[in-house]
């Protein structure tokens, strides 16, 4: 049973810096392009930030670019979102993603991804 469990989120003033964790389990995690993901009330699901299987090419929306940074440490089933500098446009439900094994995409498109994990919520205060 595939499983993924989000971690990190919290209340955090503008200027301020989060690190998410996507726990995974249940299936071969290495395998798997990974995604974060996030959804503000009244707003349509936005990707942030997608990894390859190695970790070696990454994408990232442009709102987060410079901000953000995706990680993952196969060895642990374990991906990361950094978030520096938050701002309160950021605040929204995160959640991390994996698409179809051995599969080869890694961008913005939700429907490309075939797990799902229950979300952590992240607020920013101005």
């Known amino acids: 049973q595939v499983q993924l469990v989000e971690s990190g989120g919290g209340s955090v003033q503008a200027g301020g810096s989060l690190r998410l964790s996507c726990t995974a389990s249940?299936?071969?995690?290495?395998?798997?392009?990974m995604g974060w993901f996030r959804q503000a009330p009244g707003k349509p699901r936005e990707g942030v930030a997608g990894?390859?299987?190695?970790?070696?090419?990454?994408y990232y929306a442009a709102s987060v670019r410079g901000r953000f940074t995706i990680t993952r440490d196969n060895a642990e089933n374990t991906l990361y979102l950094q978030m520096n500098n938050l701002k309160p446009e950021d605040t929204a439900i995160y959640y991390c993603?994996?698409?179809?094994?051995?599969?080869?995409?890694?961008?913005?498109?939700?429907?490309?991804?075939?797990?799902w994990g229950q979300g952590t919520q992240v607020t920013v205060s101005s």
């Open positions: 993603a994996a698409g179809p094994f051995r599969g080869t995409y890694y961008g913005p498109t939700s429907s490309l991804y075939n797990y």
């Open positions: 249940g299936y071969t995690y290495s395998g798997h392009c």
């Open positions: 990894i390859d299987v190695g970790g070696g090419s990454t």
